[in-house]
C-alpha cells in the first residue's frame, strides 16, 4: 500500500525518512520524482526600456518535484549515458521543448532549462545531495526526503538504485501520494470543476 502525505491548512512541510538494506557491493541513489506537467518557461528581457516576456517556451513532461540523494558524487559512478537514460542527477533531466514561434538555439534551450532548474531549486522543488545517505554498520543505510510546504497533490515515487562499476545492480520503486484534504480539498476540486 503506498504512503500518503496529507496537505491540509496547517501543512509547512515534512521530511520523510526513507531507508533501507544494502546486501551487495555499490553505490546508492534515492530519487524523488514529482508527477510530470507541462510548463512554460519564461525568459524576461528589456524591450523599448520595459522589462517584458522575450522567450517563451512550452516543455513537456517535466517533474514538479525531483530530489536525488547519494553515497557519492554521481560522477563517481562513471556511466554517463546509464545516468542519462535513467534521467539520474539535475542535469540529466529530459527536457523537451515544444517547438514553438520562437525557434530557439540549443544554447538558449539549455540556458532556458538551466534557469528552470535554479528556479525549482529556489522554491525548493528540486534538490542534489551528494553523500546524504547515512549507514548504521555495514548494510543499512537512511536519508531524509524534505517534501516543501509547496508541494503539488500527485503520485511521487521514491526511486532507489543500486550501481557498482557503472551498471544498474538493482532498482526499487515506491509511490507516496500527496493530497489535499479537508478545506483545501474543497477549494482545489471546486476551483479544477468550476474554472471559467
Not at 491548512?9 to 514529482?34: P, S
Not at 515515487?157 to 562499476?165: A, E, K, P, V
Request: glycine content about 6%.
Amino acid at each position: 500500500m503506498p504512503r500518503k502525505i496529507d496537505i491540509d491548512h496547517n501543512f509547512k512541510g515534512v521530511k520523510v525518512l526513507v531507508y533501507g538494506v544494502q546486501n551487495d557491493v555499490g553505490n546508492v541513489v534515492i530519487i524523488v520524482r514529482g508527477p510530470k506537467v507541462n510548463q512554460i518557461l519564461r525568459e524576461k528581457g528589456k524591450v523599448a526600456g520595459v522589462w517584458t516576456n522575450v522567450t517563451n517556451l512550452k516543455v513537456k513532461d517535466f517533474y514538479n518535484y525531483y530530489s536525488i540523494s547519494s553515497t557519492t558524487e554521481l560522477e563517481r559512478i562513471n556511466n554517463k549515458s546509464l545516468l542519462e537514460n535513467l534521467e539520474v542527477g539535475l542535469d540529466n533531466i529530459n527536457f523537451q521543448p515544444v517547438k514553438s514561434r520562437n525557434i530557439l538555439s540549443f544554447n538558449d534551450a539549455m540556458g532556458l532549462k538551466n534557469e528552470a532548474l535554479r528556479l525549482m531549486q529556489s522554491k525548493k522543488l528540486y534538490s542534489e545531495n551528494t553523500n546524504e545517505i547515512l549507514y548504521w554498520g555495514e548494510t543499512l543505510f537512511k536519508t531524509f526526503i524534505e517534501f516543501p510546504k509547496n508541494i503539488s497533490k500527485g503520485v511521487y515515487n521514491i526511486d532507489l538504485y543500486l550501481f557498482n562499476d557503472g551498471q544498474l545492480q538493482s532498482f526499487q520503486s515506491l509511490p507516496i501520494i500527496v493530497d489535499k484534504v479537508g478545506f483545501e480539498e474543497f477549494v482545489y476540486n471546486s476551483a479544477h470543476e468550476n474554472s471559467l
